[in-house]
């Protein structure tokens, strides 16, 4: 069935340093591709989305580009911040309805 | 500003409790989701709602059950509490847009983490 894979955490950086957050998707349909975050005691937050091949998604200085010939759909930051440590759900859509999730990347910024 | 919302934040409950949990969207959404988040599984289906009345099986509807009366709301129903049950749920919203693969984003609640003894 269809999949997401993802890095496992947890991802330590110390603040202004490049995030990188890798995540591939199974090949199958024509998926939207999303990234969700979550912060400590809280539900999860779109934190942006690519719905076609080629796509960037962007939002708060993080960014993604669907790429179809390698199935991935990678986070990039370039320069993180302490606000920014939380756990970040790479999302792939299955169909009309579903949605499914990678296990989640906590990434930890150090002042 | 989009909103779901959930009964509670936390929940003790009993081994063997009913135990039900509520969510609200505010944005006409047709599509209803409960997940549960365990650490190392990521968010794992439980069932979902296409509409008032219907529903379907996720990923792991054993020891669940849902209604969906109204286009707003849908609970969770644990019959029978066990403590494989404490987790922390998560209900979304999404809209039906009628494509073959969905483009819209799923919103979600703030999350109830529920403890059984």
């Known amino acids: 069935g269809d999949s997401v894979t993802q890095m496992e955490g947890p991802v330590t950086l110390s603040e202004e340093a490049f995030l990188t957050i890798n995540c591939t998707y199974t090949a199958t349909g024509y998926p939207s591709l999303f990234w969700y975050v979550q912060y400590p005691g809280e539900g999860l937050q779109l934190l942006l989305k690519?719905?076609?091949?080629?796509d960037k998604g962007s939002n708060k200085g993080f960014e993604a580009t669907y790429r179809k010939e390698t199935t991935s759909f990678h986070l990039e930051k370039g320069s993180v911040q302490v606000s920014d440590s939380a756990v970040y759900f790479c999302?792939?859509?299955?169909?009309?309805?579903?949605?499914?999730f990678g296990t989640g990347t906590r990434l930890k910024v150090l002042a | 500003d989009v909103k779901v919302t959930q009964s509670s934040r936390y929940l003790v409950k009993r081994t063997g409790e009913k135990v039900f949990l509520e969510c609200v969207q505010d944005m006409d959404h047709e599509n209803m989701f409960w997940y549960r988040q365990d650490p190392g599984l990521g968010l794992r289906l439980i069932y979902f709602?296409?509409?008032?009345?219907?529903?379907e099986k996720g990923d792991i509807p054993e020891g669940y059950s849902v209604s969906r009366e109204k286009k707003e709301r849908f609970s969770l129903i644990l019959e029978s509490a066990s403590t494989n049950q404490t987790s922390m749920y998560l209900c979304a919203s999404s809209l039906w847009t009628g494509q073959r693969e969905s483009t819209d984003t799923q919103y979600f609640g703030p999350g109830t983490r529920l403890t059984v003894l």
């Open positions: 690519a719905t076609k091949a080629d």
């Open positions: 709602s296409y509409d008032v009345k219907m529903k």
């Open positions: 999302a792939r859509t299955s169909g009309t309805y579903k949605y499914i």
